[in-house]
T-cell receptor
Framework: RKEVEQDPGPFNVPEGATVAFNCTYS??????FFWYRQDCRKEPKLLMS???SGNEDGRFTAQLNRASQYISLLIRDSKLSDSATYLC???????????FGTGTRLTIIP | NAGVTQTPKFRVLKTGQSMTLLCAQD?????MYWYRQDPGMGLRLIHY???????AKGEVPDGYNVSRLKKQNFLLGLESAAPSQTSVYFC?????????????FGPGTRLLVL
């Protein structure tokens, strides 16, 4: 089992639709969770941190399910500018290192 | 603030050649990281540093060396390049307590080894 696993997609979604991704992680003692966004041929950038209580930032909602060891990202009212690869990132071992998933590619269709 | 910058942006090497990738950050961050990104593999940690003068191995350190002589700079060296080192290299930095903090990435260096 991969340490951090994501469905690579691609997800092709019409503009205005709602889309959700899940990401599973292998270590139940993992400390921190993040979603990063990476545009084509660009560097990753933090989209949002994922807190135990869940958190929302505008159209984006992130949830953590420790019992089942997964995090999720929900995008509502999707925009063309949401087209990107979304990286699930986990601090698996409580140290200075983060482990990145391979990413889920999302394309929003006009 | 320029944030995190990387030099060069693109390079072509022949097998056996050496080169150094430079990462610089102007955010006074303690922690710095070097990753490589390959299709289907995601970002993999090569080496990292938690402070000036200290370095540590990541997930895929073989064939690479690093140095952090100044807090703002983190150098990645390839002593004898191999085609398997063809990749996109990203540098990142965070404040201390790196695992809780946002990682800020440079724009990447695309390396092709022939």
């Amino acid at each position: 089992r991969k340490e951090v696993e994501q469905d690579p997609g691609p997800f092709n979604v019409p503009e205005g639709a709602t889309v959700a991704f899940n990401c599973t992680y292998s270590n139940s003692a993992s400390q921190s969770f993040f979603w990063y966004r990476q545009d084509c041929r660009k560097e990753p950038k933090l989209l949002m941190s994922v807190y135990s209580s869940g958190n929302e930032d505008g159209r984006f909602t992130a949830q953590l399910n420790r019992a089942s060891q997964y995090i999720s990202l929900l995008i509502r009212d999707s925009k063309l500018s949401d087209s990107a690869t979304y990286l699930c990132v986990v601090n698996l071992f409580g140290n200075e290192k983060l482990t990145f998933g391979t990413g889920t590619r999302l394309t929003i269709i006009p | 603030n320029a944030g995190v910058t990387q030099t060069p942006k693109f390079r072509v090497l022949k097998t056996g050649q050496s080169m150094t990738l430079l990462c610089a950050q102007d955010m006074n961050h303690e922690y710095m990281y070097w990753y490589r990104q390959d299709p289907g593999m995601g970002l993999r940690l090569i080496h990292y540093s938690v402070g000036e003068g200290t370095t540590a191995k990541g997930e895929v350190p073989d064939g690479y060396n690093v140095s952090r002589l100044k807090k703002q700079n983190f150098l990645l060296g390839l002593e004898s390049a191999a085609p398997s080192q063809t990749s996109v290299y990203f540098c990142a930095s965070t404040r201390a307590g790196g695992w809780q903090e946002t990682q800020y990435f440079g724009p990447g260096t695309r390396l092709l080894v022939l």
